[in-house]
């Protein structure tokens, strides 16, 4: 079973920061593409940031120049830097790891356990 450990959600004052942190197997990780998606309630799960193998990142554009997703292979962690934080960017935040199985063209994807994010104006 593939584990996700997501960490660093809490409270913060609109225009602060936070750092959030997601911790994935080191067998799959450097080959996966990761990627923080998020949901406020009674609204769907949406994608923040995506970051592929090789280091590639895409944002959705309501975050697109205030976060920032990074990886780091040899510690086998995501992070989402979130700067410039507003009163809509609460919600909780998922980490997803998609990891593709070459050789019988499937992917699998796995979520970690969502971590809270408020910010309040």
């Known amino acids: 079973q593939v584990q996700l450990v997501g960490s660093g959600g809490g409270l913060v004052q609109a225009g602060g920061s936070l750092r959030l942190s997601c911790v994935a197997p080191g067998s799959i990780f450097s080959v996966s593409a990761m990627g923080w998606f998020r949901q406020s309630p009674g609204n769907q799960r949406e994608l923040v940031a995506t970051?592929?193998?090789?280091?590639?990142?895409n944002y959705a554009d309501f975050v697109k120049g205030r976060f920032t997703i990074a990886r780091d292979n040899a510690k086998n962690t995501v992070s989402l830097q979130m700067n410039s934080l507003k009163p809509e960017d609460t919600a909780v935040y998922y980490c997803n790891l998609k990891f593709p199985i070459d050789f019988i063209k499937r992917t699998l994807e796995y979520w970690g356990q969502g971590t809270q994010v408020t910010v309040s104006s």
């Open positions: 970051i592929d193998s090789s280091g590639s990142a």
